[in-house]
Every structure is written in C-alpha cells, then in structure tokens.
C-alpha cells in the first residue's frame, strides 16, 4: 500500500531536549516536505526536498533541521524544541512536487512544555 | 506566507445539498489542487487542475479555475455526513521552488 510514515504520532517533550520525527515513504517520490499546521495560520512548510542530499527552506525553517540521506527517508529534527514548536507537523511526498499530488502522512502532535 | 485564501471559513449544510467554497490567490501558478482533511488527520489529495484548464470534474466534486481572477471553486454535490471536512486549496509554482502552497481552509459541517 502507497503511503507516507510518520513516527512517532504523539509526543510531549520539554524545552531544549533534542528530538527527531521520522518520516519514511514507499512510493519512490523524489519530493518530500515537513509541514506544520497551527489554528488560523493553515499549513506552513518548513523545509522540502526535491532528491536525495538536496534539501532547501520553506515558508518556517527556524528551529528545524532535516536531512535526505536516502530517498525514501526525510527526518524533521529540532535541536532545541521551544514552546512555540507546539504544534501537529505533516511529511508529504510527492512524484516531482509540481503538478503532482501530495501524499500525508498522519501527521506527529507534538507538545513543548 | 499564504498564496490561497479560501472562503468562506466555515460552512453548515443539510445532507442532499451542494456546497461550494472557493480559493483566491496572489501571484500566477502552475497548478491548483483541493484536498480534504478530516479532524486531525492527514491530507488526502481530491482533485487537481492545470493553469490552462477551466474546468474539472471527479464524481460529485467540480472544481473551477479562472487565472484572469486568481481564483478556484470547489462543488460537493449531493453531500453526505462523510463529507464533513475541512478543504484546503493549494497552488504550486516553479518560481516558488515548486512547492505547494496551502489556503487557511474551510470547514464543512454536513448535518444529517
């Protein structure tokens, strides 16, 4: 089955312990993207991905690392988490990015006290 | 930054009736998609239109375009409970790393 993996699903950490949100996909994309999504402010892309070892920022990159050392594997880290990362973040992936359907994955709702 | 806006924010139906919401935007783009998102959960991909296509259709949903205005419609027609949801606009453009843009949303309350 087609899908986009994201672990873990739920997490509550505290401020400035490091933590990392996998995200995996088994359809062979070469885009992938991290999104968080916030009451009234919609989607907001973090970083994206267009292959392997290419990686650029998105609309809210500060705060956030993430790496494309294979392709099926896109991981969201935060070094530093601070209470306004509080939110549910969404991996999606994608044929090409443009002109193609986004897949989601079930989305990570992570909360920094 | 938000390159789609939807309007309107939120929307209550009975079941049987049609729903339309649509999606304004800011600069020219390549691609426009729909998605669905129920409560909490991921998106899940409806519908897609090119910048030189008008009109699309997939079962009971109709999606418009009209570049001249910057601006996209979707129709539910027909819609059941199952259909309540949020639906988010996105537009896709090269000079934008080809990323996809998402609107705020609406939410569709379909009551029985």
């Known amino acids: 089955e087609a899908q986009v993996t994201q672990n873990p699903r739920y997490l509550i950490t505290v401020t400035g312990k490091k933590l990392t949100v996998t995200c995996s996909q088994n359809m062979n994309h070469e885009y992938m993207s991290w999104y968080r999504q916030d009451p009234g402010l919609g989607l907001r892309q973090i970083y994206y991905?267009?292959?392997?070892?290419?990686?650029d920022k998105g609309d809210v990159p500060e705060g956030y690392k993430v790496s494309r050392k294979e392709k099926r594997n896109f991981p969201l880290i935060l070094e530093s988490p601070s209470p306004n990362q509080t939110s549910l973040y969404f991996c999606a992936s994608s044929f090409s990015g443009l002109g193609t359907e986004a897949f989601f994955g079930q989305g990570t709702r992570l909360t920094v006290v | 930054s938000q390159q789609g806006e939807e309007d309107p924010q939120a929307l209550s139906i009975q079941e049987g009736e049609n729903a339309t919401m649509n999606c304004s935007y800011k600069?020219?783009?390549?691609?426009l998609q729909w998605y669905r998102q129920n409560s909490g959960r991921g998106l899940v991909h409806l519908i897609l239109?090119?910048?030189?296509?008008r009109e699309k259709h997939s079962g009971r949903l109709r999606v418009t375009l009209d570049t001249s205005k910057k601006s996209s419609s979707l129709l539910i027609t027909a819609s059941r409970a199952a259909d309540t949801a949020s639906y988010f606009c996105?537009?896709?453009?090269?000079?934008?790393?080809?990323?996809?843009?998402f609107g705020g949303g609406t939410r569709v309350l379909v009551k029985p």
């Open positions: 996105a537009t896709d453009r090269v000079a934008a790393g080809n990323k996809l843009t």
């Open positions: 600069t020219s783009i390549n691609n």
């Open positions: 239109i090119r910048s030189n296509e």
């Open positions: 991905s267009m292959n392997v070892e290419v990686t």
